[in-house]
Structure formats: C-alpha cells, structure tokens
C-alpha cells in the first residue's frame, strides 16, 4: 500500500509562484513514474505534469516554461514548481504514482486570482 501526502496549494495573484510537494510513503521498492493532475471546478482531471523513474518529464502544453517538476533523491518525493501563475491554472491539483497501480493524493486546492 502507498499513501500520498500532497502540501503546498493556496490563493496566489497572477503573476506570482507557489511549489506543491507529494510525499510518497508505504512499501516503496522502485521508483516509478509520478506526477500532477489538475480539476478545475466543472472540468474533468487534466495532466498537468510526469517524472519518469530515470528522470524524463513531460508537461502539457498549458505549463510548458512556466511549471517545472523534480523529485529527491531517494525518488519519494516530487515536487511542482508552478510559475507566472494564471487564474486558467486554478484547480484541485493531484498528485499521483504508478506503482505499478496508480495511486492518488488527496489533492490540494490552487486559485489565481486578482
């Protein structure tokens, strides 16, 4: 079983930046991929974000030069720095692992407004 703890959502201005973290625990034995989801409200969960197990990242068109993610060295860990936010980029944000199932965070809340 794997829990996922996710911190790090709030109310930000446009413009400005805030870091998600998830925090991967249970019985990990090997890195697989993990990643972010975003709900906005009335919208179905989009990617926002992937890091493979070697380190390759993928990000939707939406966040591409403005979002980045990484992980820690011990892989348990991934983190979302999200940039320039926009008010396009509120939502529930999710993270999740494939291990080799998926499992999910619970998510946290991000709203951009002025």
């Known amino acids: 079983q794997v829990q996922l703890v996710e911190s790090g959502g709030g109310l930000v201005q446009p413009g400005g930046s805030l870091r998600l973290s998830c925090a991967a625990s249970g019985r990990l034995y090997k890195i697989y991929t993990m990643g972010w989801y975003r709900q906005a409200p009335g919208k179905q969960r989009d990617l926002v974000a992937t890091i493979a197990g070697g380190g390759d990242t993928n990000y939707a068109d939406s966040v591409k030069g403005r979002f980045s993610i990484s992980r820690d060295n011990a892989g348990n860990t991934v983190y979302l720095q999200m940039n320039s936010l926009k008010p396009d980029d509120t939502g529930v944000y999710f993270c999740?692992?494939?291990?080799?199932?998926?499992?999910w965070g619970q998510g946290t809340q991000v709203t951009v407004t002025a």
């Open positions: 999740y692992i494939d291990h080799p199932m998926r499992y």
